[in-house]
């Protein structure tokens, strides 16, 4: 199991992009780096997913750079709404997906 | 969109006594998992289960807990003489293969639920 470190907080104001970083120092070959969002209260829900370079969806944008050994997620605009946890998921055995201890953006007006 | 579907989404009990939460996946998954989230803190493995047997479990998932599909549809949490410290949040997640971390095998969560042992 190759544990991922990210920062525990973030604020923003409502508007500009955020951009959350995760290390994955010991992420292995086939592993593919998974990001989800935590509203209180409720379930995680998967956000995004990339093996190398970027993904783009309509919600977030992955940035991974050669090496993989990090991994950013990009919110651009953030609302209000979007005041969340974000997970990047520890890599490891697809039986036993877990989550490291996420980033708590904030978002203000 | 399929969802994964959670009850009760609230239970109150004694300390002592058994809980049964319960869960549909999604009706197409192979694996299933459950999680659990104390008040404030991260979401913690507790299981995983495919093939009708518990493929991991963490140092959490003690004697205490049992997992069961007792049909085609349901996934069940057993906890046993429940304690104070097994307040929290208690989530059920499915997704669709057994290999690989890739692609479509990403993790669809229920909403939850919540489990206050007084």
């Known amino acids: 199991l190759a544990k991922t470190t990210q920062p525990i907080s973030m604020d923003s104001y409502e508007g500009q992009e955020v951009n959350i970083t995760c290390s994955h120092n010991?992420?292995?070959?086939?592993?593919?780096i998974t990001w989800y969002q935590q509203f209180p209260s409720q379930g995680p829900r998967f956000i995004i997913q990339g093996y190398k370079t970027k993904v783009t969806n309509e919600v977030a944008s992955l940035f991974i750079p050669a090496d993989r050994k990090s991994s950013t997620l990009s919110l651009p605009r953030v609302s209000l709404s979007d005041t969340a946890v974000y997970y990047c998921?520890?890599?490891?055995?697809?039986?036993?997906?877990?989550f490291g201890t996420g980033t708590r953006l904030q978002v203000t007006l | 969109e399929p969802e994964v579907t959670q009850t009760p989404s609230h239970q109150v009990t004694q300390m002592g006594q058994e809980v049964i939460l319960r869960c549909v996946p999604i009706s197409n998954h192979l694996y299933f998992y459950w999680y659990r989230q104390i008040l404030g803190q991260k979401v913690e493995f507790l299981v995983s289960?495919?093939?009708?047997?518990?493929?991991?479990k963490s140092e959490i998932f003690d004697d205490q807990f049992s997992v069961e599909r007792p049909d085609g549809s349901n996934f069940t949490l057993k906890i046993r003489s429940t304690k104070l410290e097994d307040s929290a949040m208690y989530f059920c997640a499915s997704r669709p293969t057994s290999g690989g971390t890739s692609g479509a095998n990403v993790l669809t969560f229920g909403a939850g639920s919540r489990l206050t042992v007084l």
């Open positions: 010991n992420i292995a070959t086939n592993d593919y």
């Open positions: 998921l520890n890599t490891g055995t697809a039986s036993k997906l877990t």
């Open positions: 289960f495919y093939n009708n047997e518990i493929s991991e």
